[in-house]
């Protein structure tokens, strides 16, 4: 019954910019941490980024600096704001939440279907 849909991937230049969001919607009780994985091609999955319920956030090291997680409570949404990239952000991008549906106890992840992103000249 909950879903995360994920936008905003594409084909752009080395030293570009793209912008990914992922919305939850269902029955959501509550969410909790907020995030983004990527798989390149013949690598093991990475997390990227993540968000707390409360605005804390960290980074996977190569990419500190570069991207920005951000997330909208009042959309259960989460962002990720990627700048100077680079061919080695290549990758299939998948968002997670850590979301209590309603009439429920406890949380589980939920995973976004996944967006290409392409760096390449």
């Known amino acids: 019954q909950v879903q995360l849909v994920e936008s905003g991937g594409g084909l752009v230049q080395p030293g570009g910019s793209l912008r990914l969001s992922c919305a939850a919607s269902?029955?959501?009780?509550?969410?909790?941490?907020m995030g983004w994985y990527r798989q390149a091609p013949g690598k093991l999955r990475e997390l990227v980024a993540v968000?707390?319920?409360?605005?804390?956030?960290n980074y996977t090291d190569s990419v500190k600096g570069r991207f920005t997680i951000s997330r909208d409570n009042a959309k259960n949404t989460v962002y990720l704001q990627m700048n100077s990239l680079k061919p080695g952000d290549t990758a299939v991008y998948y968002c997670?939440?850590?979301?209590?549906?309603?009439?429920?106890?406890?949380?589980?992840?939920?995973w976004g279907q996944g967006t290409q992103v392409t760096v390449s000249s």
């Open positions: 968000i707390t319920s409360g605005g804390s956030t």
């Open positions: 997670y939440s850590e979301i209590v549906r309603r009439g429920y106890w406890s949380w589980r992840a939920y």
């Open positions: 269902g029955s959501i009780f509550s969410i909790n941490a």
